[in-house]
């Protein structure tokens, strides 16, 4: 049987392999149930060139007392920090790299804020 892990891990590999072809940075997305991470990785895969994640500090505290980072608030705040960074890192285009989560909740909520700050995907 396979575990709802690697069914999530079977889909993101099928996605990867799309975005490779299309040559272009991808904005990838990492959710556990306590935080949610984003991060820009270079066209060939080599290197990160922004991420970004309710981990940091300054999110944390933004996030207040409760520092929750497991809900669609926090994902916003991320998304809105991924595109600042990644603009900053000079990159505008990204392919949009689920890591086969559902594109829904708080991926849905992070890839809209990185749209409305200006990343196009």
């Known amino acids: 049987m396979i575990t709802k ?6 889909r993101s590999r099928q996605t990867r392999l799309r975005i490779a072809q299309q040559r272009v940075a991808r904005l990838t997305v990492f959710r556990s149930n306590l935080h949610i991470y984003a991060s820009i990785v270079s066209d060939d895969g080599s290197q990160i060139l ?27 705040i991320i998304g809105k920090r991924i595109a600042e960074k990644a603009k900053a890192a000079g990159v505008e285009k990204v392919a949009f790299d689920r890591s086969g989560f559902a594109y829904h909740g708080r991926v849905k909520a992070l890839a809209e804020a990185a749209r409305e700050a200006g990343l196009q995907f």
């Open 5 to 10: 892990k690697e069914q999530r891990l079977r």
């Open 50 to 76: 922004a991420s970004a994640s309710t981990a940091e500090k300054e999110v944390r505290d933004q996030l207040g007392a409760a520092g929750k980072g497991g809900n669609a608030a926090a994902a916003t």
